[in-house]
């Protein structure tokens, strides 16, 4: 077989592919070369636990095993993988393991689901399946675990909702250090005890618990119980004679040689044939880039592409060899070589330690990375610097060329030729007068593509410090991986000292230019880096001349710290709440901490989301065609092409509507699909139905519009100096601003900009629209947490009364405000499409159209003066925020209203003035965001206040406690603050976080650290409650008893992982005084509660709960009788008592927050329900070389008032903090000076990680705190914590302060949110930055603007 080519073996007909699913023997006669795991597991086998977030390896929601049988080592290979990259046709004679395979909430739980859900690890619930293989996978492999390999295994799981501490919490039970107190100072090694924890926070307190879950509840892991790899597999894989493999699809086959030769026999007869081994890269370039191989070659199986071998030189690795292979064989050659041997082996271990996540390293091959030949590439900058050996081969023969500069001659081309491949490459072993190091800088450390990567070896002459060889290598600075050869060749023959790196920097700030239009932008940040990294070069090889002995100046101890290779540490963690009474009945739940009521169906795949529903038969897919220009005429549309495609069925534009083609959420500025002009990048004009998703995407870029492009306007200032702003400018005003201002000692101006925020759930939008096919009855399933306004905007455009439309929502993969009003553009759309055709049509968006089209955070600019005594007291403020409001107003004024109302956060203002402006700009509109507007708001206040402090020369926390509003004032807008407990807060944060301690630890470290600086920080919120908007403070539920005694409850809310749904129980529970057990929430509807509110603003537990405690108590009464007539009977006895005596056991609850209703015009009226209080402090540690942070330490007080489940509440708290951590220090949203977002996929935009989390997080909720305002004196939560993360900013800016006091500079300096590294290292001033000036503004077009 091995000299017959495998195309011509099989001639038109495909391969039959075998693989098992769960356990189950799969047979594929047609496998399609371009479908993915993930799509055949949801679309063909209806395994639907395994979830798409993204489509590019970056979330980690597709994450499942794949176990293979290797004959040679007779070992079976266990690998988590990202299902939406895994080839369908590579999976020949593998074992696919899902959620739905290792247990059930039917038949059992794994361990690995029970735990993820009882610590509380587990919200939406749309990342947890993921999260589960990954930590199944990882107990396959290693039973006995330790945190770092946790950690390690979770580098490609990502998480919108838990903030991660209870995920790794819970998996904590399964490690080696699994016997932890989890901080109560019960055993050795506490974090309370050791003196890393809060100090305080392990008193003793009989109504204070720490105890969110109980381990010992848990089921026990046994290891032995696994599920076996399947034996047919295994025989299988022993019994085959040959891996040549060919399989034909619409447009690409695939060809599996079973040879090396006849791998290289295909590459001569498909020169284009595009190799693929681990499909990260090649995979991306199809699903983004619209790229079409039509011959792929897989290698992935040829023995001497896998083969490893130590060489005399150096280890050889087959070019298929997974990076993971790759680095357990280099880890295992660092323990046995001489340190001396191993430099560039560590060097390249430094690097996979942040390559990606351990899904992607387990595929991706060593080869791919170099043929890809990325400039950012993290490893071809150690093959260049350590000048690997690569042999090519054709069908000819072989050669053998070294990574230098010839080797990549272009943007991702390299010296091979057509038809050669990549065989091996030779990593050396390292000399004893060599050194070598790796470094990466990218915004986030886990998981993300580097800005600058580098590499640098040295060699001295023997005993010496005189360099006899240098090569510095950077990724990121060209369009190739380069060598700095000028520099290199000007240092041969140099000591090693000062004079050497004067002469370095210089250098290399000559050779490594870039332009100042650059892709990727950050350009003086990139040029800087090359010469701070250098400087870390330079300062660690000093050291290690030194260890050996050689006579070289000693590194100052302040310098030290710069050299320091980043070693994250296992976070800690404590969480404290008020414990319910003892006595207590155990039924009466509310205020214990009870698990999310779908976390184990979360966990086991169970749950169903939208897209999960099953197909309808007759069911078709729609694709949206959105327009490419920000600010356009439309000339004309074609879609004849695309009409012609495959499975097309219909092509919808605006002449298809059949009501209004005008919606929006308040106003109706915005067209349903655009038909004469758009007004921003992903602005809907129409959409592409198909029989399946794959045909309706490939037409729906195939369909022709023609622009006549107009101007846009992109950013705020651009805005600002066009004049464009929506109607109205709010105003608050109180006091006397002159006198106020007169009155100062000090008068400060100052800005901020405050950059936008993608929302990043992990379900994207989708709706699934049937029609009824009987007086215009539409059923939608959707993924909103707007029910009512879906309904009413679908009605609108389809003509017919609300009352046709049903819109029910199960659960949603999160929301966070993204799925509040912009979901109603593509429900409507899909709508009209499934009217159209009267047939159910769905649409899930993709994540880049999902990022591209629904907008999200507002971005911020705010421009203030600030009057302010000697003492620190601020005596005036006027305020000006403009936000970048987008083509429509969606919920813009309410948005800046609460910018306004909370202006000044938490600071007494006797005279103050705020202005609020709303750019109308050509971006897509921007919209609701946990928070909505108040961190806006409030992110301006604690600039200004951290300006005063630090033009007074005042320590910030001294100034804030000053200015902290006291119990009995008002607000500017007039509201007095009753129940004040802020102060409470304020003390409690003090004390908890040790913070005079900590300040004096930070001071000492600042002066014995030059290039690494701690910074400290504690910063309250004042969270106003309600709906800024009076008429949407107001409920319903409804309530069935059923005659079996058990319940329906109904509500107006709807659940997307905040727990809604099980507090909402656990009220009904208590006010029927029955088990939750009892009680169902089936989902959210509109035919059961009509004209509900948003699930917004944090208000949703008080104003539901109210409703269905209404409902409840009406029910409760009307059984009074029964109860009282047969006392010592059950529940079920009252409930069938009442039916047989024809009580109505239905009952509807409604609520509308009293006394509520704000008028701008006269300043007066209360805005607010009542207020949710915290403070936050935060330590961070800055590397003011590279600007990268480490979150070191957090401590949280809220206030939730008497919490109705502290899980829950405490999961709100983490959450929101780390999305906040994500707003103000990571999330950068980029887009080109033509209104082109950039960043559109978690490869270019970071949220926070599982490495992000502070490394101790204390969160407390504040005792005896009752709040008469809402539900059981409980408060809301969902929102108010996200501000708390404010603390990191000015941490870092506080370390940035003590980083610039070094090159002499204090006093206010301007730091725009988010301070990423960019921010941070620009802002720390010195020697390096003065050798990279920045380009003057106005003299070159930006890759990317500021919005
Ligand atoms: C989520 C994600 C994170 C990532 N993170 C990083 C990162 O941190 N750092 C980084 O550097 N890269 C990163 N990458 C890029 C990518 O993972 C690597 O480049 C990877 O090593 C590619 O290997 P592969 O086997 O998957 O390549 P494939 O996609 O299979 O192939 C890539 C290219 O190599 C060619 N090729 C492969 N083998 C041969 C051969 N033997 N002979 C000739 N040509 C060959 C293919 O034709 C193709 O052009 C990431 C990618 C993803 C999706
Ligand atoms: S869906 Fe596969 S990693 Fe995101
Ligand atoms: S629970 Fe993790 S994304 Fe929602």
Same mark, same amino acid.
């Given at each position: 077989?091995?000299?017959?080519?495998?195309?011509?073996?099989?001639?038109?007909?495909?391969?039959?592919?075998?693989?098992?699913?769960?356990?189950?023997k799969?047979?594929?006669?047609?496998?399609?070369?371009?479908?993915?795991?993930?799509?055949?597991?949801?679309?063909?086998?209806?395994?639907?636990?395994?979830?798409?977030?993204?489509?590019?390896?970056?979330?980690?929601a597709?994450?499942?095993?794949?176990?293979?049988?290797?004959?040679?080592?007779?070992?079976?290979?266990?690998?988590?993988?990202?299902?939406?990259?895994?080839?369908?046709?590579?999976l020949?004679?593998?074992?696919?393991?899902?959620?739905?395979?290792?247990?059930?909430?039917?038949?059992?739980?794994?361990?690995?689901?029970?735990?993820?859900?009882?610590?509380?690890?587990?919200?939406?619930?749309?990342?947890?399946?993921?999260?589960v293989?990954?930590?199944?996978?990882?107990l396959?492999?290693?039973?006995?675990?330790?945190?770092?390999?946790?950690?390690?295994?979770?580098?490609?799981?990502?998480c919108?909702c838990?903030?991660?501490?209870?995920?790794?919490?819970?998996?904590?039970?399964?490690?080696?250090?699994?016997?932890?107190?989890?901080?109560?100072?019960?055993?050795?090694?506490?974090?309370?005890t050791?003196?890393?924890?809060?100090?305080?926070?392990?008193?003793?307190?009989?109504?204070?618990?720490?105890?969110?879950?109980?381990a010992?509840?848990?089921?026990?892991?046994?290891?032995?119980?696994?599920v076996?790899?399947?034996?047919?597999?295994?025989s299988?894989?022993?019994?085959?004679?040959?891996?040549?493999?060919?399989?034909?699809?619409?447009?690409?086959?695939?060809?599996?040689?079973?040879?090396?030769?006849?791998?290289?026999?295909?590459?001569?007869?498909?020169?284009?044939?595009?190799?693929?081994?681990?499909?990260?890269?090649?995979?991306?370039?199809?699903?983004?880039?619209?790229?079409?191989?039509?011959?792929?070659?897989?290698?992935?199986?040829?023995?001497?592409?896998?083969?490893?071998?130590?060489?005399?030189?150096?280890?050889?690795?087959?070019?298929?060899?997974?990076?993971?292979?790759?680095?357990?064989?280099?880890?295992?050659?660092?323990?046995?070589?001489?340190?001396?041997?191993?430099?560039?082996?560590?060097?390249?271990?430094?690097?996979?330690?942040?390559?990606?996540?351990?899904?992607?390293?387990?595929?991706?091959?060593?080869?791919?990375?170099?043929?890809?030949?990325?400039?950012?590439?993290?490893?071809?900058?150690?093959?260049?610097?350590?000048?690997?050996?690569?042999?090519?081969?054709?069908?000819?023969?072989?050669?053998?060329?070294?990574?230098?500069?010839?080797?990549?001659?272009?943007?991702?081309?390299?010296?091979?030729?057509?038809?050669?491949?990549?065989?091996?490459i030779?990593?050396?072993?390292?000399?004893?007068?060599?050194?070598?190091?790796?470094?990466?800088?990218?915004?986030r450390?886990?998981?993300?593509?580097?800005?600058?990567?580098?590499?640098?070896?040295?060699?001295?002459?023997?005993?010496?410090?005189?360099?006899?060889?240098?090569?510095?290598?950077?990724?990121g600075?060209?369009?190739?991986?380069?060598?700095?050869?000028?520099t290199?060749?000007?240092?041969?023959?140099?000591?090693?000292?000062?004079?050497?790196?004067?002469?370095?920097?210089?250098?290399?700030?000559?050779?490594?230019?870039?332009?100042?239009?650059?892709?990727?932008?950050?350009?003086?940040?990139?040029?800087?880096?090359?010469?701070?990294?250098?400087?870390?070069?330079?300062?660690?090889?000093?050291?290690?001349?030194?260890?050996?002995?050689?006579?070289?100046?000693?590194?100052?101890?302040?310098?030290?710290?710069?050299?320091?290779?980043?070693?994250?540490?296992?976070?800690?963690?404590?969480?404290i709440?008020?414990?319910?009474?003892?006595?207590?009945?155990?039924?009466?739940?509310?205020?214990?901490?009870?698990?999310?009521?779908?976390?184990?169906?979360?966990?086991?795949?169970?749950?169903?989301?939208?897209?999960?529903?099953?197909?309808?038969?007759?069911?078709?897919?729609?694709?949206?065609?959105?327009?490419?220009?920000?600010?356009?005429?439309?000339?004309?549309?074609?879609?004849?092409?695309?009409?012609?495609?495959?499975?097309?069925?219909?092509?919808?534009?605006?002449a298809?509507?059949?009501?209004?083609?005008?919606?929006?959420?308040?106003?109706?500025?915005?067209?349903?699909?655009?038909?004469?002009?758009?007004?921003?990048?992903?602005?809907?004009?129409g959409?592409?139905?198909?029989?399946?998703?794959?045909?309706?995407?490939?037409?729906?870029?195939?369909?022709?519009?023609?622009?006549?492009?107009?101007?846009?306007?992109?950013?705020?200032?651009?805005?600002?100096?066009?004049?464009?702003?929506?109607?109205?400018i709010?105003?608050?005003?109180?006091?006397?601003?002159?006198?106020?201002?007169?009155?100062?000692?000090?008068?400060?101006?100052?800005?901020?900009?405050?950059?936008?925020?993608?929302?990043?759930?992990?379900?994207?939008?989708?709706?699934?629209?049937?029609?009824?096919?009987?007086?215009?009855?539409?059923?939608?399933? !959707?993924?909103?947490? &707007? /029910?009512? *306004?879906? @309904?009413?905007? #679908?009605?609108?455009? $389809?003509?017919?009364?609300?009352?046709?439309?049903?819109?029910?929502?199960?659960?949603?993969?999160?929301?966070?405000?993204?799925?509040?009003?912009?979901?109603?553009?593509?429900?409507? !759309?899909?709508?009209? &499409? /499934?009217? *159209?055709? @009267?047939?159910? #049509?769905?649409?899930? $968006?993709?994540?880049?159209?999902?990022?591209?089209?629904?907008?999200?955070?507002?971005?911020?600019?705010?421009?203030?003066?600030?009057?302010?005594?000697?003492?620190?007291?601020?005596?005036?403020?006027?305020?000006?925020?403009?936000?970048n409001?987008?083509?429509?107003?969606?919920?813009?004024?309410?948005?800046?209203?609460?910018?306004?109302?909370?202006?000044?956060?938490?600071?007494?203002?006797?005279?103050?003035?705020?202005?609020?402006?709303?750019?109308?700009?050509?971006?897509?509109?921007?919209?609701?965001?946990?928070?909505?507007?108040g961190?806006?708001?409030?992110?301006?206040?604690?600039?200004?206040?951290?300006?005063?402090a630090?033009?007074?020369?005042?320590?910030?926390?001294?100034?804030?406690?000053?200015?902290?509003?006291?119990?009995?004032?008002?607000?500017?807008?007039?509201?007095?603050?009753?129940?004040?407990?802020?102060?409470?807060?304020?003390?409690?944060?003090?004390?908890?976080?040790?913070?005079?301690?900590?300040?004096?630890?930070?001071?000492?470290?600042?002066?014995?650290?030059?290039?690494?600086?701690?910074g400290?920080?504690?910063?309250?919120?004042?969270?106003?409650?309600?709906?800024?908007?009076?008429?949407?403070?107001?409920?319903?539920?409804?309530?069935?008893?059923?005659?079996?005694?058990?319940?329906?409850?109904?509500?107006?809310?709807?659940?997307?992982?905040?727990?809604?749904?099980?507090?909402?129980?656990?009220?009904?529970?208590?006010?029927?005084?029955?088990?939750?057990?009892?009680?169902?929430?089936?989902?959210?509807?509109?035919?059961?509660?009509?004209?509900?509110?948003?699930?917004?603003?944090?208000?949703?537990?008080?104003?539901?709960?109210?409703?269905?405690?209404?409902?409840?108590?009406?029910?409760?009464?009307?059984?009074?009788?029964?109860?009282?007539?047969?006392?010592?009977?059950?529940?079920?006895?009252?409930?069938?008592?009442?039916?047989?005596?024809?009580?109505?056991?239905?009952?509807?609850?409604?609520?509308?927050?009293?006394?509520?209703?704000?008028?701008?015009?006269?300043?007066?009226?209360?805005?607010?329900?009542?207020?949710?209080?915290?403070?936050?402090?935060?330590?961070?540690?800055?590397?003011?070389?590279?600007?990268?942070?480490?979150?070191?330490?957090?401590?949280?007080?809220?206030?939730?008032?008497?919490?109705?489940?502290?899980?829950?509440?405490?999961?709100?708290?983490?959450?929101?903090?780390?999305?906040?951590?994500?707003?103000?220090?990571?999330?950068?949203?980029?887009?080109?000076?033509?209104?082109?977002?950039?960043?559109?996929?978690?490869?270019?935009?970071?949220?926070?990680?599982?490495?992000?989390?502070?490394?101790?997080?204390?969160?407390?909720?504040?005792?005896?705190?009752?709040?008469?305002?809402?539900?059981?004196?409980?408060?809301?939560?969902?929102?108010?914590?996200?501000?708390?993360?404010?603390?990191?900013f000015y941490?870092?800016?506080?370390?940035?302060?003590?980083?610039?006091?070094?090159?002499?500079?204090?006093?206010?300096?301007r730091?725009?949110?988010?301070?990423?590294?960019?921010?941070?290292?620009?802002?720390?001033s010195?020697?390096?930055?003065?050798?990279?000036?920045?380009?003057?503004?106005?003299?070159?077009?930006?890759?990317?603007?500021?919005?």
């Amino acid at each position: 077989m091995a000299d017959t080519d495998t195309e011509t073996r099989s001639g038109s007909g495909s391969d039959e592919l075998i693989f098992f699913v769960n356990g189950k023997k799969i047979v594929e006669r047609n496998a399609d070369p371009e479908m993915m795991l993930l799509t055949y597991l949801r679309r063909k086998l209806g395994l639907t636990g395994t979830k798409l977030g993204c489509a590019e390896g970056g979330c980690g929601a597709c994450t499942v095993m794949l176990s293979r049988y290797q004959t040679h080592t007779q070992q079976l290979l266990h690998h988590a993988v990202n299902a939406c990259l895994a080839p369908l046709c590579s999976l020949h004679l593998v074992a696919v393991t899902t959620v739905e395979g290792i247990g059930s909430v039917a038949r059992k739980l794994h361990p690995v689901q029970e735990r993820i859900a009882r610590a509380h690890g587990s919200q939406c619930g749309f990342c947890t399946p993921g999260i589960v293989m990954s930590m199944y996978a990882l107990l396959r492999n290693n039973p006995t675990p330790k945190m770092v390999d946790v950690e390690e295994a979770f580098q490609g799981n990502l998480c919108r909702c838990t903030g991660y501490r209870p995920i790794l919490e819970g998996y904590k039970t399964l490690t080696v250090e699994g016997g932890c107190c989890g901080g109560r100072g019960r055993d050795d090694g506490c974090c309370m005890t050791n003196g890393n924890g809060a100090e305080e926070s392990c008193e003793e307190d009989v109504d204070e618990s720490t105890f969110l879950f109980n381990a010992a509840d848990f089921a026990p892991f046994d290891p032995t119980q696994e599920v076996i790899f399947p034996p047919e597999l295994m025989s299988l894989t022993t019994t085959q004679t040959s891996a040549s493999l060919c399989f034909h699809g619409a447009r690409a086959t695939w060809l599996q040689p079973g040879s090396l030769d006849e791998f290289l026999r295909l590459k001569w007869k498909h020169p284009a044939g595009r190799v693929v081994v681990g499909n990260t890269e090649v995979g991306i370039e199809v699903k983004f880039k619209n790229m079409v191989y039509p011959v792929i070659l897989a290698p992935a199986f040829i023995p001497e592409l896998n083969t490893v071998t130590h060489t005399e030189d150096g280890v050889v690795f087959g070019a298929a060899c997974t990076l993971s292979h790759m680095g357990a064989v280099l880890k295992q050659a660092v323990e046995t070589l001489p340190p001396h041997q191993t430099q560039v082996f560590l060097a390249v271990l430094e690097q996979l330690r942040w390559f990606a996540g351990l899904q992607i390293r387990n595929v991706a091959a060593v080869g791919g990375n170099i043929m890809t030949a990325s400039p950012i590439s993290d490893l071809n900058p150690v093959f260049m610097a350590a000048s690997c050996r690569l042999t090519l081969m054709d069908k000819d023969g072989r050669r053998v060329v070294r990574m230098d500069d010839g080797f990549f001659t272009g943007y991702r081309k390299t010296s091979l030729r057509p038809q050669e491949i990549l065989l091996s490459i030779e990593i050396p072993y390292s000399k004893e007068s060599q050194f070598v190091s790796a470094f990466k800088q990218s915004p986030r450390r886990e998981d993300d593509i580097s800005i600058v990567t580098a590499a640098m070896s040295v060699t001295f002459a023997p005993g010496s410090e005189v360099v006899e060889d240098l090569r510095l290598s950077y990724g990121g600075m060209a369009a190739t991986t380069m060598l700095a050869t000028k520099t290199a060749k000007r240092l041969l023959g140099r000591q090693w000292g000062e004079e050497l790196l004067q002469e370095a920097c210089s250098s290399l700030a000559e050779e490594m230019t870039l332009d100042a239009s650059a892709p990727g932008g950050m350009v003086t940040y990139r040029r800087t880096l090359t010469l701070s990294l250098f400087y870390k070069f330079y300062l660690t090889v000093l050291q290690k001349l030194r260890e050996q002995g050689v006579n070289v100046v000693e590194v100052r101890s302040d310098c030290l710290s710069a050299a320091e290779v980043y070693h994250p540490e296992t976070p800690s963690s404590v969480q404290i709440y008020q414990a319910v009474l003892e006595g207590r009945g155990q039924n009466d739940v509310v205020g214990r901490p009870m698990m999310h009521l779908s976390a184990l169906k979360q966990a086991t795949g169970e749950a169903v989301y939208c897209d999960d529903v099953p197909l309808y038969e007759n069911e078709l897919y729609l694709a949206l065609v959105t327009s490419s220009k920000a600010h356009a005429n439309i000339l004309t549309i074609d879609a004849s092409a695309a009409e012609s495609m495959p499975g097309v069925v219909s092509c919808v534009f605006a002449a298809d509507i059949p009501g209004s083609n005008t919606t929006g959420p308040i106003q109706s500025d915005e067209t349903v699909l655009a038909s004469q002009q758009v007004t921003c990048v992903g602005h809907i004009i129409g959409a592409v139905v198909a029989d399946t998703q794959v045909h309706a995407q490939r037409a729906a870029k195939a369909v022709k519009i023609h622009y006549e492009e107009l101007k846009p306007v992109v950013t705020i200032q651009e805005a600002i100096a066009a004049q464009s702003f929506y109607q109205p400018i709010r105003t608050i005003q109180n006091g006397d601003l002159e006198a106020g201002f007169k009155q100062a000692d000090h008068i400060l101006e100052g800005e901020i900009h405050m950059g936008g925020q993608e929302h990043f759930y992990l379900e994207t939008n989708v709706t699934l629209a049937v029609p009824r096919g009987e007086d215009g009855e539409i059923e939608l399933f !959707v993924s909103t947490q &707007a /029910a009512t *306004k879906t @309904q009413s905007l #679908v009605a609108k455009a $389809l003509g017919v009364p609300a009352n046709r439309v049903v819109v029910r929502v199960k659960r949603m993969g999160g929301g966070f405000g993204g799925k509040e009003t912009r979901t109603t553009l593509l429900s409507t !759309v899909v709508a009209v &499409a /499934a009217s *159209k055709l @009267q047939r159910p #049509v769905r649409c899930m $968006l993709d994540r880049d159209e999902d990022m591209l089209i629904t907008g999200g955070r507002h971005p911020f600019y705010g421009k203030y003066k600030v009057g302010f005594l000697n003492s620190g007291k601020v005596v005036a403020l006027d305020v000006s925020y403009y936000c970048n409001a987008g083509n429509s107003m969606d919920l813009s004024l309410s948005v800046m209203e609460r910018a306004l109302f909370h202006m000044e956060n938490s600071y007494s203002l006797a005279n103050v003035r705020g202005r609020g402006f709303l750019c109308r700009t050509n971006l897509p509109s921007n919209t609701a965001f946990r928070g909505f507007g108040g961190p806006q708001g409030m992110m301006v206040t604690e600039s200004w206040i951290t300006d005063v402090a630090q033009t007074l020369g005042r320590p910030a926390e001294e100034v804030r406690r000053l200015n902290l509003y006291v119990e009995g004032q008002s607000t500017p807008y007039n509201q007095m603050l009753g129940q004040f407990t802020l102060d409470r807060c304020w003390d409690e944060c003090l004390s908890r976080s040790g913070y005079q301690q900590r300040h004096a630890a930070v001071n000492l470290y600042n002066k014995q650290n030059r290039w690494t600086k701690r910074g400290l920080a504690i910063v309250p919120t004042k969270f106003g409650i309600s709906f800024t908007a009076l008429f949407l403070n107001q409920a319903g539920a409804l309530v069935h008893i059923y005659a079996d005694g058990s319940v329906l409850l109904t509500h107006g809310g709807t659940e997307m992982g905040q727990g809604l749904h099980t507090k909402m129980v656990q009220i009904a529970s208590r006010v029927l005084d029955i088990p939750c057990s009892k009680i169902h929430i089936s989902e959210t509807s509109t035919n059961t509660v009509p004209n509900t509110s948003p699930t917004a603003a944090s208000a949703s537990s008080d104003l539901n709960g109210a409703a269905v405690q209404n409902a409840c108590e009406i029910l409760a009464t009307r059984l009074e009788p029964f109860k009282t007539k047969n006392p010592k009977g059950l529940w079920e006895d009252w409930v069938k008592a009442a039916y047989f005596d024809r009580v109505n056991l239905s009952a509807n609850g409604f609520y509308k927050t009293p006394d509520l209703g704000y008028a701008f015009d006269s300043n007066s009226g209360r805005a607010f329900n009542y207020f949710t209080y915290g403070v936050a402090c935060s330590e961070v540690e800055i590397d003011c070389l590279t600007g990268a942070h480490k979150n070191l330490s957090t401590t949280i007080v809220m206030d939730v008032g008497h919490s109705l489940n502290p899980a829950i509440d405490i999961g709100q708290v983490e959450g929101a903090f780390m999305q906040g951590l994500g707003l103000f220090t990571l999330e950068e949203l980029h887009y080109s000076p033509q209104g082109v977002l950039l960043t559109r996929g978690p490869g270019s935009y970071k949220i926070p990680a599982f490495g992000d989390i502070p490394t101790h997080l204390t969160v407390s909720l504040l005792r005896d705190a009752p709040n008469d305002k809402a539900i059981f004196a409980s408060k809301a939560v969902g929102e108010p914590p996200l501000f708390l993360a404010a603390s990191v900013f000015y941490a870092i800016k506080d370390a940035i302060s003590a980083a610039r006091v070094e090159s002499g500079i204090s006093g206010p300096f301007r730091l725009d949110s988010p301070a990423s590294g960019e921010r941070i290292r620009n802002a720390c001033s010195d020697r390096f930055t003065k050798l990279c000036p920045p380009a003057e503004r106005g003299s070159f077009t930006p890759w990317s603007v500021q919005v």
